[in-house]
């Protein structure tokens, strides 16, 4: 879940995201990160929403908090694992992105390993 938002490669598209998505639909519009955007995150991918404010933080200098839910109008970053999404397969996540916030589905949870 935490590499759909590691940006790093040139799609052919000119969007950056790993892994590689196998459909990419463009909308109009982009998020932006702000000091006040919170990543919301349920007991079953907290780990991961602090595993990725640590990621962005030396990037941004935010420290986003991590909540199990958001203030109405804020900005955020959801991340959920979403049963209803095995048709993609082992590996298959779903990442929303408007001018709210982003949404990142994954099908199941992953183990992450840092390397220093």
Same mark, same amino acid.
């Given at each position: 879940? #935490? @590499? =759909?938002?590691?940006? &790093?490669? @040139?799609?052919d598209?000119g969007? @950056?995201?790993?892994?590689?998505?196998?459909?990419?639909? !463009?909308?109009?519009?982009?998020?932006?990160?702000?000091? &006040?955007?919170?990543?919301?995150?349920?007991?079953?991918? $907290?780990e #991961?929403?602090d595993?990725l404010?640590d990621?962005?933080?030396?990037? =941004?200098?935010?420290?986003l &908090?991590?909540?199990?839910?958001?203030? &109405?109008?804020g900005?955020?970053?959801?991340?959920?694992?979403?049963?209803?999404?095995? $048709? #993609?397969? %082992?590996?298959?996540y779903?990442?929303?992105?408007? !001018? @709210?916030g982003?949404?990142?589905? %994954?099908?199941?949870?992953?183990?992450?390993?840092?390397? %220093?």
């Open positions: 879940m #935490l @590499a =759909t938002v590691v940006l &790093a490669l @040139a799609l598209s969007f @950056a995201v790993i892994p590689r998505p196998v459909r990419l639909t !463009p909308h109009p519009g982009a998020f932006t990160l702000t000091s &006040a955007t919170v990543i919301v995150a349920d007991r079953s991918t $907290r #991961l929403g595993m404010g990621y962005l933080f030396p990037a =941004t200098g935010f420290r &908090a991590v909540r199990p839910t958001a203030l &109405a109008g900005r955020v970053i959801s991340l959920r694992l979403d049963s209803t999404l095995t $048709r #993609l397969g %082992d590996e298959g779903r990442l929303e992105v408007g !001018p @709210a982003v949404s990142i589905r %994954d099908v199941l949870p992953r183990k992450s390993y840092m390397v %220093d």
